[in-house]
Structures are given as structure tokens and as C-alpha cells.
């Protein structure tokens, strides 16, 4: 009875993905049965009192399709474009006039993941290339969850090849490898609240030293476990819902962390959105970092580092992100996120002195579909 | 700086790591059993747990490129999965 | 020492994991591992799944059903015998219920004449995220509306997605957990037996 046809059922399943708050996932371990495209632009600026640093521009995209309904793969591919001066040590900026370098990075991986009943195991692969630095990576991620879907147990397990060749020649074909073990617990709690638990242990061999660093001279490997917990719950009263995340680092080199972030995710009539977000990160510095003066406490065959990034700071990340939802499935972002480091933020006190404040800025602009 | 002086800074900034992870541990856990009590929802109750807002992984292409920028920026990072590669921004 | 023999047919055997030569020293940690090893595999025998001692499965008669639809009308599975009716539980934030419901369309009209009454029982708690999902994909079959729950819990829903085929007498003949496109073409042909179609 042609006549009482309705749409193209096309049509109309494209409609409905326009639903606001139905995602590609219901629930992690769901099969996505829509797949989508997304487009990212990232802006980044960092600079120091009384001086410009480094400019990034990273466009990147990202595709999850499934192909059927138990297999989905999923891919991204990043370009970064990287200018401007970095320090040779601790705030001295690299460059006769302080103009610094010019770089760029190109990054792919694609993953592809198989659904069973109970269970799905996740295969992938990564490719990074520098000038000088190339990295090659393969994971596997197998999940397991109970009946109710309540819970799943997350075991993953990742291997990188990492080649540095420097320029001039002075430093060639060195190698790092990784080995990264993670063991993560998904735990649905309530209606309306989740947690996740990781633990992630990683050991590297190789070569970490900066080459582009006076003095710096690190330790052949490196040992980090790490701990991060998340939680999320939702408030159905004011539609609004919370996350919240901690993680705690143990670093072999000594840079031991905490991380607390909190965000509260508030949606908005006529399809807009808004997160504001606060993050802080406190590190210890590494057992090899000394301060000012550089070359202080240097000794010969001993590990060395002035590279600030391994000093003892704390950090704080404000950040907000707006979204809007439109039709046919297409939805816009705006990231914004301010950063500054300061030795004397450090929780505990103890910061690493003799240091200017490091800070940054991003924005990121994203535009998504989904099909 | 004397031994006992600098032995006493040390004594004092581990013991502020100490309590700094029990209350974090503590803020945690109270997050777990306050605000939420332990009631696994039935299939049909699942409805908040499809929104965006309520996945950790909801948005990739952000996540991977806010945690390369933490990355190239701290000492340590890690602990939201495994397998991303690395890049020369160490 | 201590080693642990089993006696069986006349010869004595040490299973490899029981009969272990061991020093007291070592002996308090390989108890503590035998214990964490069989603690581990009771919770993993454990999560795996205890079956309920009962469940809607095919076979057992239907739970009751009695409902509202749109127009607040009492729609009631009780008032149904003699007809074949397929019940299905969806909710507008549901993905593969995007799919399930041209499909349960195509089906009402193939096989409404036939005797066969499609029972869409919506979970939402809010009527409005039902209504904007019926508006984009407007439905052929009843539907009528549970926002509590007990007809879901009654009918034992294991995930979402779930459906029911219940013959004329009242039983339940099938059960599916969730919409998959591999799974429609037997789907219906159950239908088509319960209808005693061929």
C-alpha cells in the first residue's frame, strides 16, 4: 500500500539523531550504532613575564563509524604546527634573538573494536612523526562487563617504539621504548552517578633526554604508575551534572603529581550548552632537577635537568566550553582554557624558586556530525 | 641551611603530601557514598547514563588534545588509557 | 613438609596444584595465594551471572500488562487473548529503538489483518522526550506509557531494547534483548509461526 507509506525511513532516522542527549553510545559498553565525524581546530599560546614562547595551531579529525553492529573502528589524524622560542633552561629562551624554531607534527591512529555479548577486545595502532622524533605504537584494550551492564572491568596493554634524531647530528638514531599495562574498573553506581578507576603502569627504556636542552642528561629508563579516578553524577533537578576527577602519579624520575579537576556540565534552552571547568595539578621536582644557578649540583655522570617542566610547581587550568546542538545531527563547540605555573603554588609549599611563572592559553573550536 | 633544619622541612612537606592524599581520598570516597547511594539502576533506568555529560570518553579528539598540551607542559601524565604514542614534546 | 595426596584408583596421584613440596617458611604465602585465587574465582563465577530462580523467559506465561496510551485510554495485554501481541519496551534515549521502530511499523502492516497487535511500552521518565521521539518517527502500534517502572521490573527487562512475543494463549514464545538488523528475519518468522502463518 504505497499510499500510506511514510518517509524514507533514511530520512527520518537522520531526524531523530537531531534528538538532544541521544550520543552515538548509550553507555560505554553499548555497541555505537551511529557513527560521526568531528573536526577540531586548537589555538595554543604559552608565554613568560616579559616574553612570547611558543605559538601551536593543531588542527585535527576524528571519525568513528561503525561497520557493523558489533564492529566499529574509529580513527583521528592531527597536524600540529609548532613556532615561537623555548627555554634552554630554566627561563633562558632558545635563539640568538629569541625567535626560536619552527616545527611540525603529523599523528595518526586508528582503532578498531569487536562487540561480543559480554565482552569486546580493541586493536589499534598510532604513528607520530617529527623532524626528529618518530613514534610507532599498538594497543589492545579488552573489556568485560557483568549481565546488568553495571560494571566492566577494563584490561589494557600498549608497546611504543619510539627513533629521536636531533639536529646537527648530534644526537642519532636513539631509541625509547614503552610498555604500558592498564587495569581500569567502570562502576555504575546510581540512576544517575558513575565511576570510573584506572591504574596504569608504564616502564620505558631508552633515551628521554631533551636535546634541546643545556645540560640535560636523564635517567635510561623510567617507571610511572599512575591512578586516576573520575566520577560523574547527574542532578535531574537542575539538569546539570558534575564530574569530578583525581589522579595521583608515582614517578621513578621523582615529578610525582596530584590532579584534581571538577567541571559542571549545565545545558540550556534551545540546544546550547555550557562547562565551566577548574583544574589543579602539583608536582614534585624530579630527584635529577636543580635549580638556579644552571650547572648547580651537576655531576659528572649523573643524571641533570634545568628544564623547568620537571621542577616542583602547582598549576591551575580555569577553563569554560560552550556547545550547541543544530539540526541534522550537527553540533559546534568553543573550548577556552587559561593556564599559569607557579613554583610557589605548589601544595605543601617547597616549590621549586628561581623560576618566572609559565603560562598558556587555548581555544579550541569543534564542529561535529553525526551520520 | 643546618641538616636538622632541612631534615625538619622535608619531615614537614612529606607529612602535608600525607595528609593532602587523606583528604583527597577522603573527599573521594565521600563523593562515592554521600552524594549517591549505591542502587545499580535496572535497564530501563538508564536514561541519564546516555547523556554526553555522564561518558568519560564522550569527546576524543578533545581529550587527546588537551592531554598532549598537560603532556608536553608537566612531568608526568597518564592514567586515562594507554596506547596513544609519543611525540619528541616530552 | 606437607604435600596433599588424593587416592584414586588404586594409585596415588598429586594433582599438580594440591601436592607442592614446600618449606614452612613458604607455606603461610602459598596459602594466601590458593585463598586470593579461589576468592577471585568465586566473584568472577559470581559476576558472571546468577541466574534469577525465575525469569520471563520463553515458555512461562506473560506478566500482566495494563497501561495508558496517548489518550489515557487502559490498554490491557489480559484483554488480548486469543490474538498474538508482540510487546516491546523502548525509550526515546535508546539508540537502537531508532531502528526498532520502522521495522515494528513494517510489521503492523504486514501482519495487523493477520491477527497480530504491536505493544510499545515506553519507560521515560518525562512524557516530552517520548513525544519527540514519536513526532520524528511516528508509530503505526499502540503505545502506551510506564514512567514508574513496575511494568518493566514485572516483565524482568534485561536491557534496552527489550522484546516479548506472546502467542494466543498468553505465553511468552520469545524473548529478545536489544535490536539487531541480523536478528529481524527471524523475528519475524516467529511471528508468522505464532500467527500460524506459512
Known sequence: ?371 | MSSSASAQRWACANLKMKALRIVVAGLVIAALGGCASYAPPQAWEKQYLALPAMQFDADKLDAKNIQHVYFSKEGSAGGYGVGGGGCGCN | MRTARIVFAGKSHIPPFVGIRLDDRQWPRHNANVMKTLVSIALFAGWLGAAPAWAVAAGEAAPSLALPNAAGQEVALAKMRGGVVYVDFWASWCGPCKRSFPWMNEMARKYGAQGLTIVAVNVDKKREDADRFLKLLPAEFTVVFDPVGTTPAAWQVKSMPSSYLVDAEGKVVLVENGFKDERKADVEQRIRAALGMR
Open chain 1, 1 to 371: 500500500m504505497a499510499a500510506t507509506r511514510g518517509p524514507r525511513p533514511g530520512a527520518l532516522l537522520a531526524a531523530a539523531l537531531t534528538l538532544p542527549g541521544v550520543v552515538p553510545q548509550a553507555v560505554a559498553q553499548s555497541v555505537p550504532d551511529t557513527g560521526y565525524i568531528q573536526f577540531k581546530y586548537l589555538d595554543y599560546r604559552d608565554w613568560q613575564p616579559g616574553a612570547r614562547r611558543m605559538r601551536v595551531e593543531n588542527p585535527g579529525l576524528f571519525v568513528l563509524k561503525p561497520l557493523s553492529e558489533s564492529l566499529v573502528i574509529e580513527g583521528s589524524l592531527v597536524y600540529d604546527g609548532m613556532s615561537g622560542a623555548s627555554p634552554l633552561y630554566f627561563n633562558a629562551l632558545s635563539g640568538a634573538s629569541g625567535e626560536g624554531v619552527t616545527d611540525y607534527r603529523t599523528a595518526g591512529d586508528v582503532r578498531l573494536t569487536k562487540y561480543f555479548d559480554r565482552f569486546s577486545i580493541g586493536v589499534g595502532v598510532a604513528y607520530s612523526h617529527e623532524r626528529d622524533y618518530i613514534s610507532r605504537a599498538g594497543s589492545i584494550e579488552v573489556r568485560t562487563w557483568t549481565a546488568d551492564k553495571n560494571r566492566t572491568y577494563a584490561f589494557g596493554f600498549a608497546g611504543s617504539a619510539d627513533r629521536i634524531s636531533a639536529d646537527e647530528g648530534a644526537v642519532q638514531g636513539e631509541r625509547k621504548n614503552v610498555l604500558d599495562f592498564l587495569f581500569g574498573i567502570t562502576q555504575v553506581l546510581s540512576p544517575t552517578s558513575i565511576v570510573q578507576s584506572n591504574i596504569t603502569y608504564s616502564r620505558g627504556h631508552g633515551y628521554f633526554t631533551d636535546p634541546y636542552k643545556l645540560l640535560d642528561n636523564r635517567p635510561d629508563h623510567r617507571r610511572i604508575l599512575a591512578w586516576l579516578t573520575r566520577y560523574n553524577e547527574h542532578f535531574p533537578s537542575r539538569d546539570g551534572t558534575l564530574q569530578l576527577a583525581y589522579r595521583y602519579i608515582d614517578d621513578s624520575f621523582g615529578a610525582d603529581s596530584n590532579m584534581l579537576e571538577v567541571a559542571w556540565v549545565q545545558p540550556l534552552p534551545h540546544g546550547w550548552s555550557v562547562r565551566p571547568s577548574l583544574r589543579y595539578y602539583t608536582q614534585k621536582s624530579a630527584f635529577f632537577y636543580f635549580g638556579p644557578p644552571v650547572g648547580s649540583g651537576l655531576r659528572p655522570g649523573e643524571p641533570y635537568t634545568a628544564d623547568t617542566r620537571l621542577s616542583a610547581f602547582g598549576a591551575w587550568t580555569p577553563g569554560i566550553l560552550v556547545a550547541k546542538q543544530l539540526d541534522d545531527g550537527w553540533s559546534v563547540d568553543l573550548k577556552l582554557e587559561y593556564y599559569e605555573q607557579r613554583g610557589s603554588w605548589r601544595l605543601g609549599g617547597d616549590g621549586s624558586e628561581g623560576l618566572l611563572p609559565f603560562s598558556a592559553r587555548w581555544i579550541q573550536v569543534g564542529v561535529t556530525k553525526t551520520f
